[in-house]
């Protein structure tokens, strides 16, 4: 029921989404819209040929006339575009649904990527780097079906039908209004057919995803079930689940084929009705037309053969529905960074600080997008050189502090550098002479110098090593053969989560920043080493004004204040006072 | 329908092939039932065409009704038109069917291919991830490679026959062409196979560009570095869009070329039937239901052309598969258990952690039953190396032996319980999370347990008592109660030798001494090794510092 809820208040906005990201791409679907529909005129005009053909040779052969090739090769030219012809309509239109598809898809990537840039450091409440970047990448292809197959069907599913019924009226009225008893029906199942479909896609997509994490939640703990020996009740698990995935699924798949039989049973109804009423009436023998051939041979023959025809886009759009159930989950999980309410740091002053600032907040308060409160307001002062702990519970918006620091988020009341209004300043060039660290350190698959690099790109070899013999790194690095070449794994594995937060401390030192903000860097780090790396930080920050959000002030002697975010009446403590109490 | 299949051994890696092995006998209905619904479409198609012409033909030559016999046409039409409907759902059924239940064996292939590793603990989250995906891939292999080229096939077959049996010279005239259009998408089995390779890798490798960035990004904000990153990212974006691209366009190609050949097949057969209607060798109306069946064919031979991408796609979902799950040595199981009293013996042992750079070396200490080893050391300084080798999860130089004989020559599955730091908590019930490790424990057990690690209480304050949800992210367990249910249910195997790293963390002194007192009466009589940053008293205890 969860998922649902969010749909029932806006039922129709991820396909609203989906129409505004289709709308720059208009011209190449409509040329590829148009090239379909001149498919299917071609395809009329076959029918018409091979019938008047057809026709020809039955009367010549019915009255003994030899038939001769020469009504073949005059049809021939005509025949031969026909058949070419739409197979080349067929070819450009997928390369230009293609295109199409293409262009939304990188915009998007695009788009989606300026919006978490945006939110920087806030970009987590997205979801985690795993999720975000299958969204950006996954979630975004799944559109795909939807935008080069589904949109031009939608409409084809109705230009088609039309056509077809217009050709086989001028022939015979009656045989258009069988395909015209049988059409309303169209639009009947379109929503019949719709509504099973979607409702079973998204029953089958949860059942799928709820499957897949089981399976998953297993794998990972696959040591832990190895060290219990009870891997094979867990692959009874894991068979057991699948075993109800299918149950479940197949009867949610029988109803929803049952609409797409329904649908073929009318066509392959439609088809058999026809053939027997123009059969029997050329044979004069209709009950209520005897004697009297309604519909000669010609026409009958093209009616025939256009009358599969009529019914193929609907087949061909009920199997695309699934695109579109899948673009509607994906544009689902995108619309909320989407729809991100772009915040732009207004000021332009070029602000260079030469030495630690004075930072002063006042009545600084932060509101979320949908105007709840992140940050109770709050005032306080660092004085240059000054070096702050925040603490309170969790969500009482220390990190959103830091981040409306870094010039990240809208907030309210003042924030002063150096009495200068931080809206004020350009942002970029504000970022610039901040360093930040947080839990996770920015430490990418490369080498060590490559790594130190990404913070100075022009530092000399020098200049890295004076940086990680200050984080007291320098020792082990040394001692690996590669030395500053030696080439960390993905997420910089080969060195402990304490050495990785060294390094990320030695980018810091390499930019030289007067303001540090560092957002519980050691909150993953067991006792020991976190009180080390504070102790550290102490050494290596004086002189920096430095704001510091940490749960444990074990190491943190240095500071000069301590300040809760959770007392109305912000209180000021004396460091070392803290941590003796 | 079917009975459900015991699980498979996995023994060998899989094999696209033997795929449809495991469920032949719904794979084979599925088969059938398609190629009937083709068949049914196309003489429902062929057969009106020939009915409307016959009729027209009777009509002018007046033999009207009486000399001609409409009933049996008009019930095959029928029968066509119930059999395309029928034949397609039940199609649509069975193989939905078949291919869920392969997504089974494969699940449980795979899950039991990785349960045989003895170090599947550094498969990354992301790659499991593909693990899931890569298994979905798979099912294509029957969907859109066999089932489209047998349907293929087997109606190109019959409608070759028909055209002999109307006149072997339309045969000769067509069936070339016709032929040509059903083997051109063999030719680019090699091409699709590349594609969908580069593919595979241009697509890790964007992924990676994007996760990195990503995982840094107000890092490189704040050093003007997020553009070139994400540049990077836009270019390999482009890569792949554009490999993308040459696969649509390699099917779209081949199907361009295919239905031009079933074009001019269909011109020849033209052809070539007027000039046997001319000689009268031919009627009108079969002429057009012979026409009518190669038209039929399009809907059967469209498939073939995307059939070798989604080839290359299985095989290259397989080869990742088969090489994520690689059973390298299967163990021997016939090794004895160590006895009581134990004696551990450890010389000169060095490790490292697969992508370290550094690790725990030449350590040397022996400990015997009764004996508590507590470790502690800088971080980085190879504790948890150390655990992860004497729970034999590791390789190692230097020598590890217990009572005298070295670690490889013990079977030490119900020996050795080793508690990591981040213990893994499944989505299931508490009771269901300790039953793990004890199948058989009574409530009463799980409770005396639950009490040991000094959360009975904490159980007991719970609506649910012992079927309260306990997963990852469920609220209502903090990570240091994980860690505890993590403890409460390795105690429950009983091991002889306990490896416990870092089991107080977070907890505060007076749980600690609990925890630590029955830790200290539970094994009395084997081994405990801790690693703990804190303080802890035992009497007579050994010390290792790293």
């Excluded at chain 1, 540090?516 to 067991?526: F, M, S, V």
């Excluded at chain 1, 020991?528 to 920050?541: C, D, K, M, V, W």
């Excluded at chain 2, 990153?229 to 190609?253: A, E, M, T, V, W």
Aim: glycine share 6%; proline share 5%.
């Amino acid at each position: 029921m969860k998922a649902r809820t969010p749909k029932l208040t806006s039922p129709s906005q991820p396909a609203q989404q989906l129409a505004r990201l289709l709308h720059s791409q208009r011209k190449r679907l409509n040329s590829a819209l148009l090239l379909a529909v001149t498919a299917s005129l071609l395809f009329i005009l076959q029918c018409y040929l091979l019938a008047g053909l057809f026709a020809g040779w039955l009367i010549a052969s019915q009255q003994g006339i030899p038939v001769n090739s020469a009504q073949l090769l005059n049809t021939l030219p005509s025949l031969a575009l026909c058949l070419l012809g739409r197979p080349v309509l067929q070819y450009y239109r997928e390369h230009l649904s293609l295109a199409a598809s293409q262009h939304i898809r990188s915009s998007l990537r695009v788009q989606l990527l300026a919006k978490l840039a945006d939110a920087g450091p806030a970009k987590n409440q997205y979801g985690n780097d795993g999720s975000l970047s299958s969204k950006l990448l996954e979630q975004v292809d799944a559109l795909d079906g939807f935008i080069s197959r589904y949109y031009v069907q939608r409409y084809l599913v109705l230009i088609t039908p039309l056509l077809l019924v217009c050709a086989i009226f001028v022939y015979s009225p009656l045989a258009a209004l069988i395909l015209l008893v049988t059409a309303p029906l169209v639009p009947l199942f379109m929503i019949l057919l719709g509504n099973a479909a979607a409702a079973a896609s998204q029953r089958q997509l949860q059942q799928l995803s709820r499957m897949s994490g089981r399976f998953l939640d297993l794998v990972r703990g696959m040591a832990t079930l190895q060290q219990l020996q009870a891997t094979e009740r867990a692959a009874q698990s894991v068979a057991n689940a699948a075993e109800r995935y299918r149950d479940s699924s197949m009867s949610v798949l029988k109803l929803a084929f049952l609409s797409s039989a329904v649908l073929e049973f009318f066509s392959a109804l439609a088809i058999a009705l026809l053939a027997l009423y123009l059969g029997l009436g050329l044979l004069g023998i209709l009950p209520w037309a005897k004697e009297i051939i309604p519909v000669p041979y010609q026409g009958a023959l093209f009616i025939l053969l256009l009358a599969p025809e009529f019914y193929a886009p609907l087949r061909q759009l009920g199997s695309d529905y699934h695109a579109k159930a899948q673009a509607e989950a994906a544009m689902d999980e995108l619309s909320p960074i989407l729809q991100r309410h772009a915040w732009q740091h207004p000021g332009t002053q070029l602000l260079t600080l030469n030495s630690a600032p004075h930072i002063s907040l006042q009545q600084l308060h932060i509101l979320t997008a949908e105007q709840r409160q992140r940050l109770a307001p709050v005032s306080f002062s660092i004085n240059s050189g000054g070096r702050i702990a925040l603490q309170g519970p969790s969500g009482c918006g220390k990190s959103s502090l830091l981040h409306a620091l870094l010039g990240f988020v809208p907030y309210q009341g003042d924030i002063l550098i150096n009495q200068h209004p931080l809206t004020g300043l350009e942002r970029n060039h504000w970022q610039q002479q901040l360093a930040y660290m947080a839990q996770y350190s920015s430490i990418a698959a490369a080498s060590i110098a490559d790594n130190l690099r990404l913070a100075a790109a022009d530092a000399s070899e020098q200049q890295l090593i004076a940086a990680l013999q200050q984080v007291e790194l320098w020792p082990l690095i040394q001692k690996l053969p590669l030395g500053l070449n030696t080439v960390l794994g993905e997420r910089g594995r080969g060195l402990s989560g304490g050495q990785l937060q060294r390094l990320a401390l030695a980018q810091l030192l390499l930019r030289n920043a007067k303001v540090w903000l560092l957002d519980e860097p050691t909150a993953h780090l067991d006792g020991a080493t976190a009180y080390r790396l504070h102790q550290l930080i102490g050494t290596l920050s004086q002189g920096k004004t430095l704001i510091i959000v940490s749960h444990q002030l074990h190491g943190l002697d240095w500071l000069d204040q301590v300040i809760r975010l959770d007392n109305p009446a912000i209180s000021h403590i004396d460091g070392a006072q803290y941590v003796q109490a | 329908m079917f009975k459900p299949e015991s699980l498979p051994t996995p023994e060998r890696s899989i094999r696209l092939r033997s795929l449809l092995h495991s469920r032949s006998r719904a794979w084979l209905l599925a088969l059938l039932l398609g190629l009937v619904t083709l068949l049914a479409a196309a003489t429902l198609l062929a057969l009106s065409g020939w009915f409307i012409s016959a009729a027209a033909l009777a009509g002018l030559a007046s033999v009207g009704a009486y000399g001609f016999d409409y009933f049996r046409p008009a019930a095959i039409i029928r029968l066509c038109a119930i059999g395309r409907t029928a034949g397609r759902y039940a199609e649509r059924l069975t193989s939905h069917y078949a291919a869920l239940g392969l997504l089974k064996d494969l699940r449980v292939h795979s899950f039991t291919a990785l349960a045989q590793q003895r170090h599947s603990n550094r498969h990354s989250a992301d790659t499991l991830q593909h693990l899931v995906g890569d298994i979905d891939l798979l099912d294509q292999f029957p969907l859109k490679v066999i089932a489209p080229w047998l349907w293929a096939c087997s109606l190109t077959a019959l409608v070759l026959l028909f055209w002999y049996l109307l006149a072997p010279t339309l045969l000769i005239y067509a069936a070339p062409c016709l032929l040509l259009a059903l083997a051109l998408p063999l030719l680019t089995v090699r091409r699709a196979k590349v594609l969908a390779q580069q593919d595979t890798d241009a697509s890790t490798q964007r992924r990676t560009l994007l996760l990195e960035p990503l995982s840094m990004l107000t890092s490189l904000l704040l050093w003007q570095r997020w553009p070139d990153n994400i540049n990077r990212f836009s270019g390999q974006d482009k890569i792949c869009l554009n490999l993308q691209l040459r696969q649509q366009l390699l099917i779209s190609r081949t199907a361009l070329l295919q239905q031009s050949l079933l074009a001019l097949s269909l011109i020849l057969l033209l052809w070539q039937g007027s000039a046997l209607v001319a000689n009268n060798l031919l009627s009108v109306p079969l002429l057009l239901a012979a026409m009518l069946a190669l038209w039929a064919l399009h809907e059967a031979l469209l498939p073939l052309c995307q059939s070798f991408i989604a080839l290359g796609l299985s095989s290259a979902a397989r080869d990742r598969l088969n090489r994520l799950t690689d059973v390298s040595a299967a163990t021997p199981l016939n090794k004895p258990e160590p006895a009581a009293p134990l004696c551990l013996n450890v010389n000169r042992l060095s490790a490292r952690q697969s992508g370290a750079l550094v690790g725990p070396s030449q350590l040397s200490f022996k400990l015997q039953s009764g004996e508590v080893l507590l470790i502690s050391g800088a971080s980085g300084s190879g504790k948890t190396t150390l655990l992860q080798t004497l729970a034999n999860q590791l390789a190692f130089s230097g020598e590890i032996s217990l009572n005298g004989l070295p670690y490889s020559e013990w079977q030490l599955s119900n020996t050795v319980g080793y508690l990591p730091q981040q213990a893994d908590l499944f989505d299931l019930t508490l009771a269901q999370n300790l039953r793990l490790a004890a199948p058989t424990a009574t409530d009463a057990q799980l409770w005396q347990v639950l009490d040991d690690v000094a959360l009975s209480n904490w159980a007991k304050s719970q609506p649910l008592q012992l079927d309260t949800l306990v997963s990852e992210y469920g609220a209502a367990v903090s990570g240091g109660q994980a860690r505890r249910i993590a403890l409460a249910r390795l105690l429950l195997t009983q091991r002889p030798v306990l490896l416990l790293d870092e089991p107080f963390a977070g907890l505060d002194p007076a749980t600690t001494a609990h925890l630590l007192d029955t830790l200290l009466a539970r094994q009395r009589n084997g081994l405990l090794l801790i690693v703990s940053h804190q303080q802890l008293n035992v009497p007579g205890a050994k010390q290792l510092q790293l």
